[in-house]
């Protein structure tokens, strides 16, 4: 089993104090920074900005993980690149040339992450997964805050890890939806290690973040 990572969603931060959401979850002590962007398109919903990322990025040691939820996400690997992704995580629905995808990521030095949507079925990660490194398995429907967790997806996460397994591959297997102290044990029992966190558990406003993300860690990863 790979360590336990908690991926803030900045999605749920609250934007008019931004950068001192920030400080309050580097010292919670979360591993990374869960940054959506979305077109409109792909969902429909828009969301964290380009200006903004390139603000945040030299005030903060946290890495990016970055999930494209648009359409032909290709053209804009460059540009998270350059802006300080550390991860850049594309989805497999509508995308046909996914292997090619995986290695435009790869040469651009950064880490590959593939996301699922709830319906997709995992079975195809027999040929990608030695491509990537991290599987984004969506337990809600993707552009929305606040949606209730899809308990069909635990049984996808369990067939990830497995396939993981058989191929010998070590990959980060992470979930996003509805990610509270309710799903984390049956979603790490599951496989999973990588836990983003927003409205169900550090962002739900209950306590102080710094508070929040301190426990929500130490809770997942002792679970």
């Known amino acids: 089993m790979r ?33 959506d962007v979305m077109d409109g398109v792909f969902v429909p919903n ?11 990025r030299p005030m903060t040691h946290l890495p990016f993980d970055v999930h494209l939820m648009v359409v032909n996400p290709e053209p804009h690997f460059s540009l998270f690149a350059q802006l300080g992704a550390d991860y850049i995580t594309f989805h497999a629905e509508g995308n046909a040339r996914l292997h ?14 593939i996301a699922l949507n709830p319906a997709t079925d995992p079975e195809f990660l027999s040929y990608l997964l030695p491509y990537v490194d991290l599987v984004l398995c969506m337990t809600v429907d993707p552009g929305f805050v606040g949606q ?3 308990p069909e997806v635990v049984a996808k996460v369990r067939r990830v890890r497995e396939i993981a397994c058989e191929l ?3 990959v ?7 990610i509270s102290e309710e799903t984390v044990p ?7 290690n990588v836990f983003v966190a927003g409205t169900s558990s550090i962002f739900s406003g209950k306590e102080d973040l710094e508070v929040a993300a301190r426990r929500f860690g130490e809770f997942c990863r002792r679970t």
Do not use: P, Q
Not at 8 to 33: F, I, Q, T, W
Not at 100 to 113: E, N, P, S
Not at 186 to 192: T, V
């Open 3 to 35: 360590d336990v990572k908690i991926s803030a969603s900045l999605d749920c931060a609250n934007y008019l104090a931004l950068l001192e959401d920030v400080r309050k979850l580097e010292r919670g002590g979360v591993d990374m920074l869960h940054i």
């Open 46 to 56: 828009f969301a964290i900005g380009t200006n903004l990322l390139r603000k945040l």
């Open 100 to 113: 090619h995808l995986a290695l435009a990521v790869r040469r651009l030095g950064k880490k590959v992450g």
């Open 148 to 150: 209730k967790f899809v």
């Open 168 to 170: 010998g591959v070590d």
């Open 172 to 178: 980060d297997v992470a979930v996003d939806g509805g």
């Open 186 to 192: 049956l979603l790490k029992e599951a496989g999973a």
